[in-house]
């Protein structure tokens, strides 16, 4: 039986996000789909191939919140068109704080169905 690892809540969004990705800290932004985010790391949607390990920038908005978070990639799945990969941040803890809230914000507004409004 697989056990969930997972300290913080998790917000999956019913439609995706638009991102963008960079690798190794490079200035070119690709762009991605994010399915889910926790405080500690993100599930995203991509047809490029990125090995494992591999230094990535995510950048992303939560609730008109721009977020531009550090991590590497843990976790790579290779599905029938794509390819799901695992991100986990390395984050300090204002940046965490700050997603916590605005996850915890937009998890409260989809519960209520409106979770893309602004106000």
Known sequence: MSENRREFFRVVFH???NA???LDGAIF???VEIENVSVRGLKFISSMDIPLERQVT???EILG???LLEGSI???SIRLHDIE???GFEVNQDTSSELFKQLNYYQIRQRKGNPMEMD
């Open 15 to 17: 439609q995706s996000i």
């Open 20 to 22: 963008e990705i960079s």
């Open 29 to 31: 932004f690709m762009p």
């Open 58 to 60: 995510c950048r992303f």
């Open 65 to 67: 919140s721009p977020f």
């Open 74 to 76: 843990i976790r790579k």
């Open 85 to 87: 990969y695992g991100v």
